[in-house]
């Protein structure tokens, strides 16, 4: 009998959707309004839309009421009832408050691609159009274990601001056996409302690992717990083969856990058991369940419902009082249902029609109380409003502009401002006048703002296309609108119609209208869902429009959408994946009883009361408690500071009550010297446009700000109008000269943020004041910019503030580093305490704030202006509850103070606060006290600032302390500290502030350790506090490390804590990464650009060993390979080594700490800076306790690395060596004292010490003060000083160096005497030493005066006189004795007669004398740098200069060139200096080979020697005065050398060597320079002697320039050397580092490792001869500017951990080792190169024949280019040696370097470094412009993809979907096991299963092998049924009757 046939599935539900469209609103009428400007990169041509309407009225609706027959014929003939059409109770409209919407369906498959995913759109739209809090979904379909579904359910709905959370199951016990799609599976997603209350450890899937249901579990108030469960019962299936979820969940109760239970019954079963368990324990219920049954006649339902059970209410059915109806599309029955225990309130539910969902079920819909789920209803979040001005979308901004502009003109708003100004009267009127003027403007901007454009929702992206049918339903809402009598224009309406295409569009009949808009939404869906497919090509044909007109501008702005949205798209999704988790706006706040119990704020009155009560009402009180708040204070002051007392105190004269407060005083007297410094109101109150407007320029317009609503982008968009900007710089100005604050600016707005995730304690919350724009804006100029300029211009910036431009907290941090090693060199008692302060910005008294800011030159008018709107402030307050309505406001008689957080002068405020409290607190003496060890000079710095955090230091190193006293000191100057804060109306927060003691003690061997102070009670530190107690604060021990300022140390040396930090921030990214399912090249630049940059910071300061940060992330990037397509079996040694070497890539910290360090030595090592001094400092401890070289960093760390303390110094020296690395330090004060003089301890060595002895020795030769051998001879130089044979008296000093301290054990004296003696034996030296070259360092004991006749004896800090006994030349005798210690006379050896009788043995001649140069060329030769006036000549007079600069006739012009055509690597200059009057003329010439030449650094290097010679003439002439005019026409250099800083050179900056040069030694000349800048080439527009002098004389510099580099041409450049005065260098090899150099440093480290790895038994790539003959830095370069994942497959492939079977055979017992194509070989990444079969090797060929194509495009010498393409085509069967000239020099050792190298080598990019010099030797002599490093790299990439080519044939013939390797083998195996049961037979099947042996295995080879995989399961499970049923037979015939 015939079936009829069924209408399909799919076309079935694609009707019922369109039905469903009834119920949906999603294109509001709102949304669809038309704008000017749909989008920034074209307008729309509206007459071009008439195409798409070409079919008229009258068709259209006849044509749409027949697809409405045609649907509901459709439906009819399906077998769709009625009842699936219609809504089951009433349709959800939008969510009211307090509810919680829950959705229910089952979603028949749910793809798991993100883009071009119809169904997933759907359910989103659902999701935001019903504003859903949980989707609940079953039957998803996704094998969850497949590599393709790598988007978990959180990512798939993610896109909206509500946070999302998901929990997903699928049958995990098949995942292997299916593919993507799996049958069955559930899921659900929580959007937002309920995240706080989401317990994500109790949520989950249940334990069976079927996926059968998941729960997700709400925790809220008194215990109450909301479990929501979702499940999906398997519908019966007889089909044992099936893939269904019946079938899959028999399968696994079969086979694992012996249990023939129908899957259907263990489903409910195991389900209703587990709810009665949660509902036995209180949890309240809600159950989501496709039961594919009868949810109101069959078990399930009953059992859910029972009363005496779970007692739970089918929601739906109890809400709307009638029974469910079908709920599939073809059913009759409900077979799905909702319920709920009756603790859940319902207040809405209902079903939608069949077709409103995404699945062939119908939709459910559940509103339930939220009070009843968690116990109290979550506050609904807030959020602001867009903004409709957006400067960064064309023509807006314009349009803006033009409203305003004309409004502001209209109403005459500046005028009225000047008038006010003009003619205002008194502050108050003006006042007035001024706030009526506000107020209009803002009215104005705000209208302005409203009418710029309109703002799109954006679901639709922009195309023409979308824009067609968006407009069309624009028209048509306007044809129903004049239906309605809304709209009169007849004939706009109809020409907008016309433009639309639409004709007759007033004679549409209102269904008509309908119809049409139905179809309108249609499409508008349409292009919602693949939208983005039209807009890229939107964007890419406007591009190509842009490109043929050749619009750049156009072409720009467009490139920069495609980019902005290519980059949005790809940072939200590794946002997403592995952002952190940071605070949110509160809805909860908690604040401390006094009983220790919290007390909480729930709603938003609440809340808004604890946070005023709490951070308004104590917070900026707090500076109350300043001594000025307080009596006389008070009244003297007041809250402004502008009275007579104030102008006493910046006077200097005020009576300071004898009583007052110490701390307050000393401010008063610090104000006052200040005060006299900096000029009076020197810092102008004067806003004039260009400093308006440079001030919006670079601000970011999506800052927040105002409680006005006048953003950030109202004054940026202002900024193109001289009206707008005048219009505000005009105001701030009124109100600065004047000194009052506007009422707007008496508003702010205070957000509440949680400072940490989930903590909601008043006292942990962030409150950031948004002040107006500006308001601030016009601070941050005064303060921020104009104070500090001051502030920096009189030279009170101090060097402890870290906050200031130019430096860093990194800085901050390094010198904190740098303390504890000096007080660990010196080893003498040291403190240090980190202190911090109680909310700075917020306890600031006003008074003291006015004091100092007028002492810094700000007028009093403008601190009123700044600080009124402070004390008047009213404080509204943002939080998730929105804007509140109150605000809190100080009282009448005690105003609010400090400068608030967000304030704009705030920072500025601090540091000049800062500034001043440091100036009185060094004025008492306190802070630590540097001293150079060889130079003695001397340094103060008291501390390490950084904001709040400061970290107080006490050392002296001028003289000893005990460890009390430093204690003392300690004490006394934190509390000093602390009372210039009081004094400020701040405080210490004891809780936070900690300290250190440190002191040392040794051992009776001599070693040193710390002394455990901390445990003694007597070294208790205090703080004092505003009340006038004491606090005591923690004790740290020495080796406890702690963070400040981001960086962990200790004043052991600990990097414990350093190591540990960098392990745990990787190890939680890896942890993210492998959580956030990324795509492998998403891991590798995440870990670049987000891991990398986390760790990097303070690496720089981390002293830890070499080896100890080469091994540090050894197992975190083991983590790492997997996830990145990396096998985590690699070799160790290929991880961290660069990928530029054909290594992994990951960092190596050990290289990037040596970066570091280098970068920070080249930046601070010489300067004035606080890391620069000790830095200095300890480079000479180093240099004192190595005592072997005067390079101590190029001495041997291996040999000697053990005499000396570990610091960062010797951390550096240790990574310096390893990697032969120079470091060349020129400003050590510091020589041999005699001609033939030695190092002492490398004399030692020379006798032949081993390294324990001379750790003896160099403790005993520290405590006796000895470095050289001339230290221990007598005066004459040839025999041993026998005071060294004793040991020094501690009280005594034997130099004049200061060593560290010692104290050597017994046996280390008794070494140490017998070591010297063998160094100056009995005898004397062989050699004596030469004459003195000066007096040295050593204390000479004895000195004599023969002339005067005597000599003194120096003993016990005393002098004896000794003179002459009569009749006697050697014999002396005691005259006088105790006489005061005075250096007189030569130094001399004696030998005691008796107790006052002594003979002189030897006496030392004079010291050889100095000669002073005379000439300027003598003292440039002093400087060193000889290379750089190798060509210098003078003209006239050899010091003519003097008398020009004196008579200020001096001109000096330098130009530099750089020509990289000729050579890339030198940048040559010429300078010249001339005397306008004829004096004379000095000029020169130099080139300079560096990496880093360019024409800039030319410029630079020209003006350096300028500055030299100019410095040279003031040697010669101290008081030099006079002027001179350096000209240039580099602006940029001459900008850069004028604004230098003081100290340092700025971070990052480009060519310091030079900078810091004259920025050292050329910045105090005692007369003036003038700079001037001159335009380039004057000489080519005009005639040479039509120029001024000054440009004539450039000209001659360029040309004299270029001169130079010709001459170069061909040559071989010089080894670059140091500059004259440069204090340090660090050298690469022949090249010197500068800042900027980083990456030199890294390719030369990693090309020794490198060198290592590849000669490494585990790599075994290259011999360390191979690997020298590769040209590695084409390869380097090459690489590193591939893709990454070309980089990590050109790593897998050298290295030979590629996926290749015998690589796969490793870890996959019985994987086929050979390989996949010639099925012959092993298969290694050597043979995919060398495989014969005929396919590969036919690729091999076509790739080389396309190398050669690239080689002929580029340039290539012929003859290299047929050597070379010979080479490769001979696949490793031919000799480069076979192919060349023989007698060719250069071809033969192209030969011998590339056989060396081997093919495959080369096949993998790794060229030999004689193709490179052969092919730039061809390039220079050709034409082409094409550099040799770009033809290297770009062969490299070339030969690379040859190779790659190979394994893209290889992987498509292995892992085609049908017909690849791995699944033929799969396929195989398949085979085999069904043959297998096949040849079972029917035994051990149950006749029901006989037909599952009936399998054509000849599908097998068209398939994918699923179904016979499935096909397999079955029949082992059949096989296991019938044994199970077998066993319980035979158990049941045995037991018993």
């Given at each position: 009998?015939?079936q009829?046939?069924r209408?399909?599935?799919g076309?079935?539900l ?5 039905r469903?469209l009834?119920y949906k609103?999603?294109f ?5 309004k038309d704008?000017?400007?749909?989008d920034?990169?074209g307008t ?15 068709s259209?609706g006849?044509e749409?009421?027949r697809a409405?027959?045609l649907q509901?014929e459709?439906?009819e003939?399906s ?6 059409l219609?809504v089951?109770?009433?349709?959800p409209?939008?969510?009211p408050d307090g509810?919680?919407?829950?959705v229910?369906?089952?979603c028949?498959?749910l793809?798991?691609?993100i883009s071009?995913?119809?169904k997933?759109?759907k359910a989103r739209?659902?999701n ?5 809090d949980?989707a609940?979904?079953?039957?998803h379909r996704?094998n969850?274990m497949?590599k393709?579904?790598r988007?978990g ?8 601001e509500?946070?999302v959370r998901?929990?997903a199951?699928?049958n995990a016990?098949e995942?292997?056996?299916t593919?993507r799609?799996q049958?069955?599976?559930?899921a659900m997603?929580l959007?937002?409302?309920?995240i ?5 450890e ?5 334990d069976s690992?079927?996926g059968r249901?998941v729960?997700?579990v ?8 909301t479990r ?5 019962n398997p519908?019966y299936n007889r ?5 269904t ?7 696994y109760?079969?086979t694992k ?10 489903f ?10 949660w509902?036995?324990e209180g949890d ?6 496709d039961?594919n049954?009868?949810i109101?006649t ?5 059992r ?29 029955k ?5 319920w709920?225990?009756?603790d859940?309130?319902?207040?809405g ?12 079920h ?9 009070d009843s789920?968690v116990?109290?209803t979550?506050?609904?979040i807030?959020?602001?409003a867009?903004?409709r001005?957006?400067t ?6 314009e349009?803006?502009q033009?409203i305003?502009?004309a409004k ?20 108050e009127?003006?006042r007035?006048?001024v706030n009526g003027v506000?107020r ?6 705000i209208?302005a703002e ?11 992206p922009?195309s ?6 968006i407009r069309r339903r624009?028209?048509y809402?306007?044809?129903l609108r004049?239906?309605?009598g809304?709209?009169r224009?007849r004939?706009?309406l109809?020409r907008?119609?016309q433009r639309?295409g ?5 004679k549409?009949?209102r269904?008509e ?5 139905e ?6 869906k349409?292009f919602?869902r693949h939208g ?7 964007l ?6 842009a490109?043929?007109?050749?619009n750049k501008?156009?072409?720009?702005k467009?490139m920069?959408i ?5 980059e949005?798209?790809f ?5 997403f994946?592995?952002?952190k988790?940071?605070?949110r706006?509160?809805t909860?706040?908690?604040r401390e ?5 919290l007390?909480e704020a ?13 951070i ?5 009180y707090?500076?109350?408690q300043?001594p000025i708040c ?7 002051f007041g809250?402004?500071a502008?009275?007579?007392a104030a102008?006493a105190?910046?006077a200097?004269?005020?009576d300071f009550?004898l009583d ?10 610090e ?19 260009p400093?308006w407007k440079?001030?919006?320029?670079g ?8 409680l006005s609503g006048?953003?950030?982008g109202h004054?940026?968009?202002g900024?193109?109008s001289?009206?707008i900007?005048?219009?505000h710089?005009?105001?701030?100005s ?7 604050s506007?009422d ?8 509440i943020l949680e400072?940490?995730?989930g903590?909601c304690?008043?006292?942990?919350l ?6 107006e ?9 005064i303060y921020g ?5 001051n ?7 101090q060097?402890e503030?870290?906050?200031e431009?130019?430096r860093?907290a ?10 504890y090693?000096l007080?660990r060199?010196?080893?003498w008692p ?5 202190i911090?302060?109680a ?9 003291i ?17 700044m600080l009124?709107?402070?004390q008047?402030?009213?404080?509204f307050l ?5 804007d ?8 009448i008689?005690?105003k609010?103070?400090?400068?608030c957080?967000?304030?704009g002068?705030?920072?500025?405020g601090?540091?000049v ?12 003496g ?20 950084f ?8 050392i002296?190193?001028v ?7 430093t204690?003392?000191n ?15 109306g ?5 809780p936070?502030c ?8 040794w ?5 040193w ?7 003694k ?6 703080v004092?506090m ?6 005591e604060i923690?004790?740290?021990p020495v080796t406890?490390?702690?963070?400040t300022?981001g960086v962990?140390?200790?004043p ?13 921030k ?7 990464a ?22 990097n ?6 002293t830890?060993?070499?080896e100890?940060?080469?091994n540090?992330?050894r197992k975190?990037?083991c983590?790492?390979?997997p996830?990145?397509?990396?096998i985590?079996?690699?070799p160790a ?13 990951c ?7 040596l ?13 004035g800076s606080?890391v620069g001094?000790?830095s ?6 180093l240099?004192?306790?190595?005592g072997?070289s005067f ?5 041997s760390?291996?040999?000697?690395g ?5 610091c ?7 990574k310096c ?11 050590v004060?510091l ?9 002492l301890?490398?004399?030692f060595?020379?006798?032949?010490y081993?390294?324990k ?6 403790r ?11 230290d ?6 040839s ?14 000093k034997?130099s004049n160096?200061a060593?560290p301290k ?25 050699l ?6 000066h007096?040295g360092y050593?204390h ?11 000599l ?5 800090g005393?002098m ?10 050697r014999r002396w ?5 105790g ?7 030569q130094?001399?050896s004696v030998?005691?007669q008796?107790?006052a009788?002594?003979?002189?043995v030897?006496?030392?001649d004079p010291p050889?004398?100095e000669?002073?140069?005379s ?5 440039l030769?002093e ?6 006036w190798?060509?210098l ?5 050899e010091?003519w200069?003097l008398?020009?600069?004196s008579?200020?006739?001096c ?13 890339k690597d030198a940048c040559?200059s010429?300078?010249?200096l001339?005397?306008?009057e004829g ?5 020169g010439?130099f080139?300079e080979?560096?990496?880093d030449?360019c024409a800039?650094?030319g410029?630079l290097?020209?003006l ?7 410095l ?5 002439r ?10 240039s026409d580099?602006?940029?250099a001459?900008?850069r050398?004028?604004?230098?800083p003081e100290n340092r050179?700025?971070?990052?900056c ?6 810091k ?9 005692t007369?003036l ?8 080439h004057?000489d080519?527009k005009?005639a040479?002697v039509?120029?001024t ?5 450039n000209?001659?510099?360029d040309?004299?320039a ?10 071989d450049?010089?080894?670059q050397e140091m500059?004259p005065l440069e204090?340090?260098a660090?050298f ?9 150099s980083e990456?030199?440093?890294r390719?030369?480290c ?5 060198k ?11 011999d360390?001869?191979?690997?020298e ?7 380097y ?6 893709p ?18 015998e690589?796969?055979a490793r870890?996959?017992?019985?994987h ?5 194509s010639c099925n012959?070989a092993?298969e ?11 396919g ?15 080689m002929?495009d ?8 047929d050597?070379?393409i ?10 480069v ?6 007698r060719?020099?250069d071809?033969?050792l192209l ?6 190298i081997?093919?495959?080598r080369f096949?993998e990019?790794?060229i ?6 052969i092919?730039?030797e ?6 082409s412009r094409?550099t040799?490093?770009k ?12 190779t790659h ?5 290889r992987?498509?013939?292995v892992?085609d979907?049908?017909t690849?390797d791995?699944v033929?083998k799969?396929?195989e195996e398949?085979?085999?096991a069904l043959?297998d049961q096949?040849?079972l037979g029917e035994?051990g099947?149950a006749n029901?299963d ?7 295995l ?6 994918s092998g699923?179904d016979q995989?499935?096909w397999?399961?079955a029949?082992?499970?059949?096989r296991?049924a019938?044994r199970?049923?077998d066993?319980?037979a ?8």
């Open positions: 009998m015939g009829m046939n209408t399909k599935h076309k079935v694609s009707a019922l959707e369109k469903a009834r609103n999603r509001s009428r709102e949304e669809l704008g000017n400007e749909i920034e990169t729309i041509a509206t007459e071009g839309l008439a195409d798409e309407d070409s079919v008229n009225s009258d259209r006849e749409k009421c409405e027959i509901q459709m439906l003939a077998g769709v009832s009625d009842d699936v219609k089951h109770g009433v349709a409209g939008s969510k509810v919680f919407r829950l229910y369906e089952n028949n498959g793809s798991n691609k071009d995913n119809d997933l759109e739209e659902i935001d159009e019903l504003e859903v949980v609940c979904y079953n039957e996704q969850l497949h393709d579904n988007n359910f959180s990512q798939l709905f993610r896109g909206g509500a946070e998901s929990v199951a699928h016990h995942g292997k056996e593919g799609v049958e069955g599976g559930t997603v959007f937002g409302q309920l706080e209350q989401y317990d994500f109790a949520s989950g899937r249940e690992g079927l249901w729960v997700m709400f925790r809220g108030e008194n215990g109450i717990t929501i469960v979702c499940g999906y519908c089909k044992k083969q099936s893939k979820s019946y079938q899959q969940a028999r399968r109760y079969i856990e012996k249990d023939l239970t129908c899957p259907r019954k263990r409910r079963d195991d389900l209703i058991n587990q709810l009665v368990q509902r036995e309240r219920l809600i159950v989501c369940l039961a049954e009868d109101y069959k078990e399930i339902g009953r859910l419902t029972a009363a005496d059970g779970l007692g739970m209410n089918e929601v739906v059915g109890e809400y709307t009082g009638s029974r469910l109806g079908a709920t599939y599309f073809r059913g009759t409900p077979i799905d249902g909702v709920a225990t009756n859940l309130q319902v207040v539910a209902c079903v939608m029609p069949a077709g409103y969902g995404i699945g062939d119908r939709l459910f819909v559940v509103d339930f109380r939220i789920m116990g109290v979550p506050p609904k807030v959020r602001l867009a903004r001005l957006n960064k979308i064309p023509h807006v901004a349009k803006y033009a305003l502009e502001m003109v209209e109403h005459k708003l500046n005028s009225r401002l000047i008038d006010a100004e003009r003619n205002g009267g008194s502050v009127e003006i007035k006048k506000d209009d403007s803002k009215q104005y901007m209208h409203a009418k710029c454009r309109k703002i799109k929702s954006g679901r639709i922009f023409p296309e979308a824009s067609v049918w624009q028209v809402e306007s044809l004049r239906l309605d809304k709209i224009n004939s706009n109809r907008s119609a639309c639409i004709s007759n569009p007033l549409l009949s269904r209208i309908h119809q049409r808009i179809i309108c939404e249609e499409k508008c349409y919602e983005h497919r039209y807009r890229r090509k939107h890419r044909d406007r591009l190509a429009v490109r043929k007109n050749g501008v156009a072409e720009e467009i920069a495609i980019q902005r949205e290519k949005r798209s940072w939200r999704r590794m946002n994946a592995m952002s988790r940071t605070g706006s509160v909860m706040v908690q009883t006094s009983d220790g119990g007390e729930r709603t938003q009155e609440e809340v808004e009361h604890m946070v005023w009560e709490e308004h009402g104590k917070r900026f707090l500076a109350e300043a307080k009596g006389r204070l008070r009244g003297d809250y402004m502008n009275t007579t102008k105190v910046l200097g004269e005020y009550p007052g407060h110490q701390g307050t005083k000393d401010i008063f007297d104000v006052a010297r200040i005060w006299s410094i900096v000029p009076k109101n020197s810092v102008s109150t004067d806003l004039r446009r400093a440079e001030k919006w320029r601000s970011y317009e999506k800052t927040s700000s105002s006048l953003h950030f004054y940026i968009a900024t193109s001289e009206i900007s005048h219009h710089a005009l105001k701030a009124i109100c600065l000269k004047r000194g009052f506007i707007r600016w008496k508003g702010g707005m205070t957000c400072k940490l995730p903590c304690l008043v006292t942990k962030r409150a950031i004041l948004l002040m724009a500006d308001y601030n804006a016009k601070n941050k100029i910019v104009r104070m500090m300029d502030a920096r211009l009189h030279k009170l910036m060097e503030i870290y906050s431009q130019g860093t990194e800085d901050g941090a390094l010198a904190k580093i740098l303390f090693d007080v060199q010196t080893r040291a403190s240090i305490a980190s911090d302060a909310n700075c910005y917020d306890s600031i008294a006003h008074a704030a006015s004091l100092i800011f007028q002492a810094f030159g700000v007028p009093v008018e403008g601190v009123q202006a009124e709107a402070i008047d402030m009213k404080y943002r939080t998730a509850y929105g509140s309505k109150g605000c809190a406001q100080s009282k008689e005690i609010y103070q400090g400068l957080q967000g304030n002068a705030a920072p500025a601090w540091a606060i800062s500034i001043t409290v440091l100036r009185a607190h060094k004025r008492k306190h802070g630590a006290t540097f001293m150079c060890p060889i130079s003695k000079v001397r340094s103060t710095l008291a501390a390490i600032l904001v709040d955090d400061c970290d107080m230091l006490h002296n190193m003289e000893e302390e005990s460890v009390l006293e204690f003392v300690m004490q006394a100057s934190v509390k000093n500290w602390g009372e210039l804060l009081i004094a400020t701040g405080a210490y927060k004891p936070k900690f300290y250190h003691l440190i002191s040392f003690v051992d009776r061997n001599g070693n350790d710390y002394d455990q102070n901390h445990r009670e007597e070294y208790q530190l205090s004092p505003p009340d006038g107690s004491m606090e923690e004790h740290l406890e490390s702690r963070e300022l962990w140390s200790s052991a040396g600990s990097t414990e804590g350093a190591m540990t930090r960098i392990t745990s990787a190890r939680e990214w890896v942890a993210r492998k959580e956030g399912k990324l795509r492998r090249r998403d891991v590798w630049f995440l870990m670049d650009c987000q891991l990398w940059l986390r760790l910071y303070g690496l720089c300061c981390n830890a060993p070499f100890q940060l080469e540090c992330l975190e990037y983590d790492i390979l996830i990145g397509g990396v985590r079996s690699s040694p290929i991880r961290q080594m660069h990928k530029g070497f054909y290594g992994v890539g960092p190596h910290l050990g290289i990037e700490c970066i570091g360090q280098v970068s920070k030595l080249l930046m601070h090592y010489g300067c606080n001094i000790k200095k400092i300890s480079y000479r401890r240099l004192l306790e190595l072997m390079q101590p960093l190029q001495a760390f291996e040999k000697y053990e005499l000396v303390t570990w960062w110094m010797v951390s550096l020296w240790e060596e390893k990697f032969g690395i120079k470091v060349v330090v020129s400003d004060e020589e041999f004292p005699r001609e033939r003089d030695k190092w301890m490398l004399e060595v020379r006798v032949g081993c390294l002895d001379l750790r003896k020795l160099n005993v030769r520290l405590h006796q003060q000895v470095l050289f051998l001339s221990i001879v007598n005066a004459a130089g025999d041993l000083d026998e005071r060294y044979l004793r040991k020094r008296p501690r009280a005594e034997w160096l060593f010692e104290k050597p054990a017994s046996a280390d004296f008794r070494l140490w005497a017998i070591a010297i003696r063998r160094v100056v034996p009995a005898g004397g030296l062989a004596r030493l030469g004459r003195r070259m007096d050593k000479w004991e004895w000195r004599i005066n023969r002339r005067e006749q005597y003194l004896h120096y003993t016990g005393e004896n006189v000794y003179e002459p006994v009569s009749n006697s030349r005798k005691i005259v006088v004795a006489c005061e210690q005075e250096t007189l006379g130094p001399c030998r005691m008796d107790e009788t002594v003979s002189v030897a006496t030392a050889v004398p000669e002073k140069p000439t300027i060329r003598e003292v030769g400087w060193g740098g000889a290379w750089l190798r060509s000549k003078v003209v006239g007079e010091n200069i008398d020009a600069i008579a200020g006739t001109l000096a012009v330098a130009d530099g060139s750089y020509i990289k055509e000729i050579t040559p010429g300078f010249v001339e005397c306008t004096r004379g003329r000095l000029i010439s080139p080979a560096s990496k030449a800039y650094r410029e290097l020209g350096l020697a300028i500055h030299l010679i100019l040279a003439a003031n040697k010669l101290p008081d030099l005065q006079g002027k001179v005019e350096i000209v580099c602006l940029g001459l900008s050398i004028t604004t230098l050179i700025p971070s990052g480009k060519h310091s060597d030079i900078l040069v004259i920025m050292i030694h050329c910045r105090q000349f007369f320079t003038e700079y001037t800048h001159v335009d380039a004057q080519e005009e040479y039509n120029l002098r000054k440009s004539q004389l000209c001659c510099m040309s004299l270029k001169k130079v580099i010709w001459l170069l041409m061909g040559e450049l010089p080894a500059l204090l340090v660090v690469v090899g022949r090249e010197k580092m500068t800042s900027g990456d030199n440093i390719f030369w990693h090309r020794q490792l490198a290592e790895t590849m000669a490494h038994k585990k790599v075994k790539v290259f360390e001869t191979q690997f003959e590769v040209h590695w830095r084409s390869c370069g090459a690489l590193v500017a591939a990454r994942m070309f980089q990590i497959w050109a790593c897998k492939q050298a290295m030979g951990v590629a996926g290749t079977n690589m796969q870890y996959t017992p019985g086929d080792k050979r390989c996949p012959d092993i290694t990444c050597g043979h995919v190169l060398t495989c014969e079969e005929e590969r090797v036919d690729i091999l060929h076509k790739s080389i024949d396309l190398l050669e194509r690239w002929d580029n340039d290539t010498d012929e003859k290299l280019r050597v070379l010979a080479y490769a085509h001979g696949r490793g069967g031919t000799r040696l076979e192919l060349v000239p023989r060719d020099r071809y033969l030969a011998r370097s590339m056989d060396c081997g093919w495959r096949m990019g790794m030999s470094k004689e193709i490179v010099k092919q730039e061809y390039l220079s002599q050709s034409e094409l040799i490093r033809w290297s790299e770009g062969l490299v990439i070339k030969l690379l993809e040859v080519g190979q394994w893209l044939y992987n498509v013939q892992h979907f049908k690849g791995l033929s799969r396929k398949l085979r085999k043959e096949i040849e035994e099947l029901e006989e037909y599952l042996l009936d399998i054509n000849d599908d097998l080879d068209d398939s699923e995989a499935i397999l399961l029949l082992k499970a059949a296991e019938q199970l049923r066993r319980n035979a158990l049941a015939s045995e037991a018993p009757d």
